[in-house]
């Protein structure tokens, strides 16, 4: 089992910046890989950004050149810096972690981010 606690998030006007933090707990040792997803109401989850164990990162067309996610040398807690915020990155934002061989996925709370025009 793995734990995911967030943090970060708020409400910031467009153009402003904001930091996400994700700390995992429990078995770390399988964690392949961790992320951000967000959801607005009415659509589907949707991948922001992925780190891998290993360094590799995914970024969302929308979000690149915007956002950074990084990974701790601890490979538990994963940053979202987010800047140049857009009305439309409005969500909640959620961590997700893969672990072990199968991928298993666990998901924290989830954190509101509003953005205003």
């Known amino acids: 089992q793995v734990q995911l606690m967030e943090s970060g998030g708020g409400l910031v006007e467009s153009g402003g910046s904001l930091r996400l933090s994700c700390a995992a707990s429990?078995?770390?040792?399988?964690?392949?890989?961790m992320a951000w997803f967000r959801q607005a109401p009415g659509n589907q989850r949707e991948l922001v950004a992925e780190?891998?164990?290993?360094?590799?990162?995914t970024y969302a067309a929308d979000v690149k050149g915007r956002f950074i996610i990084s990974m701790a040398n601890t490979k538990s807690t994963v940053q979202l810096e987010m800047n140049n915020l857009k009305p439309e990155d409005t969500a909640v934002y959620l961590c997700?972690?893969?672990w072990g061989l199968g991928f298993v996925k666990y998901w924290g709370q989830g954190t509101q981010v509003t953005v205003s025009s």
């Open positions: 780190i891998t164990s290993g360094g590799s990162i």
């Open positions: 429990g078995r770390i040792g399988g964690i392949n890989s």
């Open positions: 997700n972690v893969q």
